[in-house]
């Protein structure tokens, strides 16, 4: 919302001037000509209310071209308050500052928002900068919009200085997660602004670049919205790093004049699927500016088909195995490059297949495959779920049939029916796994330095891995997540008893990394007052079990302390729980005399729970060793005086009821004496 220079909205690069090479671009929309046409409008009145203004007529073209049937009336009536309201308002360029929420309504608009966000869009600046109320928003244009608004308003209250930064954010994520589409209109403001930054002073852009790129743009990756996401890394790319920039634009122009690799390859991949009989579309992707830097990073000279993949679309899922079929069966496939996210869809709803073929004439290029659906969400992520609150029937096979794809309900009709859960908090069914688990984590950390260092190590991880509970339930993880990450993920802080886990049905250490589609159980102590070790945090992975560990501790010091060695149980033990041996060395005892082996995990506090159970069973301790603990697990070697030989059975189960034991089993050998 900040007054920067207005510029050209698409077909450019980073610095405005149009991209070299093979990119392709939208038409180009002039924002000046939008701006005088909003002055005009100005002075020659309101627009007849059977048409739209010239204005926004833009907005309208890309919003039908996704929505044909949205009503457009309610665009219309909330582009008269904002231009009227932001009338005699000019951004640093001196462009009327209309300007300003139009191009960040088209920006929404080419992505396939909906009805409601646009709306919000066009009104986003208006209580902020101008004497419009929430009030007045509500009753013009409902809840659903008024909501979108004040959220957005909120996040452009709190300073970006450095200080301010984690309460910002802190903001953001609330905000996020209430409504995905606040952040959304958060996104495509500030690309505007990133791409109208030229007017700024150096200082200011590079501080607004950073936080751009610290922040927005892992946000951006992570509510799937890769349109917005790759054009702000480029644009923070120019600024930060303008050499490199300059020198990666430089190898882009060179390729684009050396010839079409992946343009030869592309015919010779439609012409087998069309021998094949599979109606797919062949497009050339180009790589944008960042993307070819990295490669160059990694590969060192880049080859032609460098520069690119190969987008292959199709109309159904299984249209894409078949292109897969036919495209390993006539290319020399690169096994190693082959992935899939339509079985495995990534944490941000990501689906395609991926793999690499190498032509005949030596050509390596990559290849993503997907439906037409699929590649709507893979560029607009969030954007195209629509309004999370507007039921809308399910589409089988679809990645988003678990979420609500309301295609732009009119706003102020009242949309927003089961938004709000019983304590009066929204809950967006959209949310996605990982921001429900930062808003989880947020809460409870306190302090700001804590939450600020976590919400940076968290953005920082690109990937998530997938774990299946046994009751059939599943948890979504940041990569190198461990059982211990995924016990605070499913049971909160009745974690704290963990004692141990079980992946894919084998015991595991809690400091097992998990992997994607491993099955993960979590076994829990009974006892309330057990708690995590401080060698858990070498293990913690996530800020939910960091923090949650951290807390314990603090309120746990002497857990801090390892416990004393247990004192060998004195000579006359047996004696004193009347063991069968009380009358003296002379009695009968063989038959009565076991060796207990026990598997346990190690924890506080469980060698006296042991030796109670025993106890209370009525027998005594002979003899006992424990070995040395590997990765938490205890092996314990008990020989053991029983008064009647018939009460093992329940002496064995009593032993495998004590939190923190596993198995126990009769042991070969006697255990040495003492402990």
């Not at 409008?41 to 309208?60: E, F, K």
């Not at 007052?529 to 913690?540: E, I, K, M, T, V």
């Not at 996530?542 to 004195?570: F, K, V």
């Amino acid at each position: 919302m900040s007054a920067e220079a207005a510029q050209p909205l698409s077909g450019t690069g980073p610095t405005g001037s149009a991209a070299p090479g093979r990119r392709r671009s939208r038409a180009r929309i002039d924002l000046r000509r939008i701006g005088r046409a909003a002055l005009l409008g100005a002075t020659a009145g309101p627009a007849p209310r059977d048409r739209l203004p010239d204005a926004i007529r833009h907005v309208a073209e890309a919003h039908r071209a996704h929505h044909p049937d949205a009503d457009l009336s309610v665009l219309r009536r909330a582009y008269v308050l904002a231009e009227s309201s932001h009338r005699g308002q000019f951004r640093k360029s001196g462009e009327p500052y209309i300007t300003h929420p139009l191009a960040v309504t088209l920006i929404l608009a080419e992505l396939g928002a909906e009805t409601t966000t646009l709306t919000a869009s066009l009104l986003h600046d208006t209580v902020e900068d101008t004497e419009v109320t929430l009030d007045q928003v509500r009753e013009a244009f409902g809840d659903e919009v008024t909501y979108l608004v004040d959220g957005v308003t909120k996040l452009e209250k709190v300073d970006y200085g450095a200080a301010a930064e984690p309460e910002t954010f802190r903001k953001m994520l609330v905000a996020t997660g209430d409504d995905v589409r606040v952040m959304s209109i958060k996104l495509a403001d500030r690309l505007h602004n990133m791409r109208t930054l030229g007017v700024m002073r150096p200082e200011k852009q590079a501080r607004t670049a950073r936080v751009t790129r610290d922040v927005l743009i892992p946000l951006a990756e992570r509510l799937g919205v890769q349109a917005l996401k790759t054009e702000l890394e480029d644009l923070v790319f120019a600024i930060l790093h303008p050499e490199q920039y300059a020198a990666t634009r430089a190898l882009i122009a060179a390729d684009a004049l050396a010839g079409d690799t992946l343009g030869a390859v592309a015919d010779q991949v439609a012409g087998v699927l069309r021998e094949a009989g599979i109606a797919a579309e062949v497009l050339v992707r180009p790589r944008h500016f960042v993307s070819v830097h990295r490669i160059h990073l990694k590969r060192g000279e880049l080859r032609g088909s460098d520069f690119g993949r190969l987008l292959v679309l199709v109309a159904e899922d299984a249209d894409c195995y078949a292109v897969l079929g036919e495209m390993h069966t006539c290319f020399t496939p690169v096994i190693s490059e082959f992935k899939d996210f339509i079985a495995a869809p990534k944490f941000n709803l990501y689906q395609s297949l991926h793999t690499a073929i190498a032509a005949p004439d030596g050509a390596v290029a990559e290849v993503l495959i997907r439906t037409h659906r699929m590649h709507k969400v893979a560029e607009a992520g969030v954007v195209a779920l629509g309004n999370p609150y507007a039921p809308a029937p399910e589409a089988p096979g679809d990645p988003l049939t678990s979420a609500r794809t309301g295609a732009g309900a009119g706003a102020g009709q009242g949309a927003g029916i089961g938004a709000y859960a019983e304590d009066g908090e929204r809950a967006d069914p959209t949310r996605p796994g990982w921001l429900s688990r930062l808003l989880a984590w947020q809460q409870s950390a306190h302090d700001t330095d804590t939450f600020w260092t976590a919400l940076r190590a968290d953005l920082a991880q690109d990937q998530e891995v997938t774990v299946f509970r046994t009751d059939g339930g599943t948890l979504g993880l940041p990569a190198g997540a461990t059982c211990i990450d995924a016990a605070y993920a499913w049971h909160g802080e009745a974690a704290h008893s963990c004692v141990g886990a079980r992946v894919n049905g084998r015991l595991a250490p809690l400091s097992t990394v998990l992997r994607d589609g491993d099955t993960v159980q979590l076994l829990l102590a009974q006892d309330a007052a057990s708690g995590p070790s401080p060698q858990w945090l070498d293990h913690a992975r996530t800020p939910a079990a960091r923090i949650a560990i951290t807390g314990w501790l603090r309120a746990h010091p002497e857990a801090a302390t390892p416990p004393a060695a247990a004192p060998r149980p004195p000579a006359d033990a047996a004696k004193r729980h009347g063991g069968p041996d009380a009358a003296g060395p002379g009695s009968d005892t063989t038959a009565s005399r076991v060796t207990l082996s026990v598997e346990s995990f190690g924890r506080p506090g469980l060698l006296a729970d042991l030796t109670e159970a025993i106890a209370a069973e009525g027998a005594t301790v002979a003899a006992a060793t424990v070995d040395p603990p590997d990765e938490q697990r205890v092996r314990h070697t008990y020989t053991l005086r029983l008064p009647d030989a018939a009460g093992l059975p329940a002496l064995m189960k009593a032993m495998r009821d004590v939190p923190g034991v596993y198995d126990v089993s009769r042991a070969r050998r006697p255990a040495a004496p003492g402990l």
